[in-house]
């Protein structure tokens, strides 16, 4: 799979590497503009999350054969915004054994830095500009050399803002969520970065205006499938969300880090949680599927498809789409264990990355330095395929032979007969086991007799010390 | 410098939202004092007493703390050399096998060793 991903892009785009990050864009918008803008991405985040959760339940409750809400507005589309409503006007209670202040800072800390990423999300191309009041601009708040950087480092504030309200709250259960989401959170985000670097590689910059220009041939998400599909993993992880979403284990954990906050400091969680939902799922657009580039074929046929107004649209269904996708894995998949969750993060996902970024680099430095074509490629990629065939082999050869101990073992304590008192107190019978055959008890009579018979034996055994 | 102002101006209009949702939650609910509702929620049983201090906690997480800092920060080195990988060629490439092989002998190490396990 990775081969053919390979030979497609390496065949097709043999043009000399172009630097695609272009700031002169940004910058110069007038206060008022900026303002403009600042409240339509923040409006945008908000409608987005509010849309978001409605949608969930509606389509989680689809796939359950359900209705889900609809009694709030047409279809049910305010249910979100009377939620809000009434959490409100609820009791905001404070634990006498909470930590006042913190416990209040932590949902601002949560929320604050969750807005802040879709700043740098390009919803257009940056030299494609739109007119807002007779004032050209490109579709897009603002762009930094460090884009990615700024992403990373703003959302991974709000990791402090759930660890604090854990702690704050003075009780077993947010103290574990918080322990739990935060150990969660710093795996997946290591695969999720790993993941980001073949990109760089490929486009050449950290900005993300810069990084959508470089796909304008392909879309990451085909030459550099394995990243693609390890950041699809690791930003479930990242988030929280079903099948990770071990923080919130109601069964173990009541409600994770979040059990003591009701009232509007609760909102702002959930808030925090469907915003960054919506800022990984932007990463992902605009890292692996081409940002606001129209979809393959469209530009072939109509020329005018990435210009104007049309990108935002392209970026908005991609959005969508992958909002549905996590949708859809709430509504599919049981949440994992949590020592299968950290094995799963630890021992495939940021090693497999590590391993795919060679891969990648040896690739990319063979094209760039020399006359790299496809009988190349196979004796680079025939013995890095020949040593995980191996790899793979000796893996399966070990996982047989442990499987077949655990087979004898499991034989071995079949052979044993069923003793119901083994674990010290009785238990039933599993399927497959018998109960041993019943012995009757001895008539209470002859018991006491033979007591008193071997007590008296005990006594003439030791001798009478009196005689 | 422009280019970061309304990163400024976003943040700004953020925490606006969220410190006065916080402020107005606190003015517009009810407040109806009773013991047993302030107390931690342990499913209705006796809270158990928080030990002093935060007590202890399984070492794992202080481990998976640590490996996380030394997998960050070879991030922070990949990330640069991936924006210039173009530029570095052969050179890069090297050195950065090099040291990618590196952390990967301490990430045997720690596997080896059950560093990785989640008992």
Sequence with gaps: MSALALIGPLTADATTPTNYENLSFFGRDPWWLILIKVVAVFAFLVVTVLMAILFERKIVGYMQQRIGPNRTGPWGLLQSLADGVKLMLKEDIIPTAADKLVFIIAPLIATIPAFLAIAVVPFGPANNQVSIFHHRTPL????????????????????????????????????????????????????????????????????????????????????????????????????????????????????????????????????????????????????????????????????????????????????????????????????????????????????????????????????????????????????????????????????????????????????????????????????????????PRRPRAALVGALVESAEASELEAGDPDV | MNSYAPILVLGGLAAGFAIFSVVSGMLTGPKRYNRAKLEAYECGIEPTPQPVGGGRFPVKYYLTAMLFIIFDIEIVFLYPWAVRFDSLGWFGLVEMVFFILTVFVAYGYVWRRGGLEWD
């Design chain 1, 140 to 439: 897009q708040l603002t762009d930094l050399p460090v884009a990615i950087l700024y992403v990373l480092a703003a959302t991974s504030i709000g990791i402090y803002g759930i660890v604090l309200a854990g702690w704050a709250s003075g009780s077993t259960y947010p103290l574990l969520g918080a322990l739990r989401s935060t150990a969660q959170m710093i795996s997946y985000e290591i695969a999720m970065s790993l993941s980001f670097v073949a990109v760089f590689i490929y486009a050449g910059t950290m900005s993300t205006s810069g990084i959508v220009n470089s796909q304008h041939s392909w879309w990451n998400c085909l030459p550099l499938l394995p990243s693609f599909l390890i950041y699809v993993v690791s930003m479930v992880g990242e988030t929280n969300r079903a099948p990770f979403d071990l923080p919130e284990a109601e069964g173990e954990l009541v409600g994770g880090f979040h059990t003591e906050y009701s009232s509007i400091k609760f909102a702002l969680f959930f808030l925090a949680e469907y915003i960054n939902m919506v800022t990984v799922s932007s990463l992902a657009v605009l890292m692996f599927l081409g940002g606001w580039h129209a979809p393959f074929g469209l530009v072939s046929v109509w020329h005018g498809a990435n210009s104007g107004w049309w990108p935002v649209l392209w970026y908005v269904i991609k959005l969508v789409l992958f909002m549905l996708f996590f949708f859809w894995l709430r509504a599919t998949l049981p949440r994992l264990r949590y020592d299968q969750f950290m094995k799963l993060g630890w021992k495939v996902l940021i090693p497999a990355s590590l391993v795919w970024l060679l891969a990648v680099a040896v690739v990319r430095t063979l094209k760039n330095e020399g006359d790299l074509n496809r009988s190349h490629l196979i004796y680079i990629l025939g013995p890095v395929v020949a040593v995980l065939v191996v790899l793979w082999i000796v893996s399966e050869l070990r996982y047989r032979q442990t499987s077949a101990v655990e087979k004898a073992e499991e034989a071995a304590t079949a052979a044993k007969p069923f003793d119901p008192m083994d674990g010290g107190f009785p238990v039933p019978p599993l399927p497959g086991q018998t109960l041993p055959a019943f012995t």
